[in-house]
């Protein structure tokens, strides 16, 4: 079908509409990606082999893999035993929070922001019920500390596996790459930085720490699982050094072999947690991923990545400078309140050719665009999903967050973290 509309425009007020119901509602996400997809598809603006061809499905079978993955390690309560030894070993309540919070930064370098918020909240709870004191301040700590770390390693969150489809980055680019350090150096320069800020937020806490049960271990298979995954995806960065599909078949594999042996243990224990990993799944966020590529590659394929490149590129008058600062800052600004993966999937390739026409390393927009996009979700109680989740969580425990009350603990989080990382990825790749 054709219309009496040019082309770009057409794209493009298809794109614009689609994100105006992503910003404006959190739900059905997944259907209005594919709603655009279909209009795009009807008006000729892209095709069923472009569609195939868009979805990186190295990406797909990543994220996949690792949600089983994470959804096992889950319930297998190691991090909920790890979480309560931590806290028992601590002086003082304000030390205790810490250490979950670095507890929580670790786990969610390698398993989802929402999941590890919801691994570790139940301690966080337990504790401040104990106290008597509210975990308002507590469950913001967990969700934003989460969203940081999630950042540095490929398998962290969807933004991270996105960028390494765009960029063909493997598992170990993000530590080191082209013999500089990677992302994940400077994601922890920011965490240093932050980490003063929380210090300086908990340290009232200074009451004698209460003890609580530490949790007994259902099974140690799904950490060997996560920690076999890890490896692989670090061998498959040598064997498949243009991330293709070793990646996404690695994890997918790992998924397999975890489930298969969660059926033998339900069935040798009467239960069905097998069949509760597959029913929690997270299929509209597997869609949601894949609708994204396909619009972007439509934006890519009719000028309009190229077209904003050339806009921001005059605004900042050929200086990388200026181009990279921009982009940190106003990413963090933008993903303060909206989702930031299509923000974050449409600006890949926009970074990549502005890098082009100003003959500098792309390293330098697209790490400055992962650390704003990501980190700049953690001012705002609707910045990140985690942050809804914690919201979320407090709510039903009788305790209702203001907008300013997240802010108040989630702005001077963020600015340390960004900023740490922010001078990291200057100094290394500027």
């Not at 996009?373 to 942050?387: Q, R």
Request: glycine fraction near 8%; include cysteine.
């Amino acid at each position: 079908m054709s219309l009496p509309i040019h082309p770009k425009a057409l794209v493009l007020t298809i794109f614009c509409g689609v994100y105006l119901f992503l910003i404006l509602s959190r739900r059905h996400r997944a259907l209005a990606l594919w709603i655009g997809v279909v209009l795009l598809l009807i008006f000729g603006r892209t095709s069923v082999a472009n569609l195939v061809s868009d979805i990186n499905w190295n990406v797909i079978g990543i994220f996949a893999g690792t949600l089983v993955i994470a959804e096992l390690f889950i319930h297998s309560r190691v991090p909920a035993r790890l979480a309560a030894i931590l806290v028992d070993r601590s002086a003082t309540v304000g030390i205790a929070v810490l250490w979950i919070c670095a507890l929580t930064s670790f786990i969610s370098a390698f398993v989802e922001n929402v999941a590890t918020v919801l691994i570790v909240a139940p301690i966080a709870l337990e504790l401040s019920r104990r106290l008597k004191v509210s975990p308002v301040s507590f469950l913001i700590a967990l969700a934003i500390s989460s969203n940081l770390q999630g950042t540095a390693t490929l398998i962290g969150d969807p933004p991270s596996m996105i960028l390494a489809g765009y960029q063909k980055m493997s598992f170990n680019d993000f530590i080191f790459l082209h013999g500089k350090p990677g992302i994940f150096f400077a994601v922890q320069l920011g965490a240093l930085f932050s980490f003063v800020v929380l210090y300086y937020i908990f340290r009232r806490f200074n009451q004698p720490i209460q003890k609580i049960p530490v949790e007994p271990v259902e099974s140690w298979g799904p950490t060997a699982l996560l920690a076999l995954m890890v490896v692989g995806l670090a061998t498959a960065s040598f064997l498949d050094p243009g991330f293709r599909y070793l990646g996404g078949a690695v994890c997918l594999v790992f998924g397999a072999i975890g489930l298969f042996f969660q059926y033998l243990r339900d069935r040798r224990e009467g239960r069905y947690r097998c069949r509760q990993v597959l029913r929690g799944y997270d299929l509209e966020t597997t869609f949601f991923l894949a609708g994204i590529f396909v619009m972007v590659g439509a934006l890519a394929r009719i000028g309009l990545i190229d077209d904003l490149a050339g806009v921001i590129k005059s605004l900042t008058g050929n200086r990388p400078f200026w181009a990279y600062t921009v982009i940190v800052w106003a990413s963090v600004l933008f993903s303060a309140f909206v989702d930031n993966v299509p923000y974050l999937t449409a600006m890949i390739p926009v970074a990549a050719v502005l890098s082009q026409g100003l003959s500098i390393p792309p390293q330098l927009l697209v790490f400055g665009l992962l650390i704003g996009s990501c980190l700049g979700g953690n001012i705002t109680p609707i910045g990140a999903s985690a942050n809804i989740v914690s919201v979320g969580l407090l709510r039903r425990e009788g305790y209702h967050v203001s907008f300013w009350e997240f802010v108040r603990i989630g702005l001077p989080f963020t600015l340390a973290a960004t900023m740490g990382s922010y001078l990291f990825v200057l100094w290394i790749w500027g």
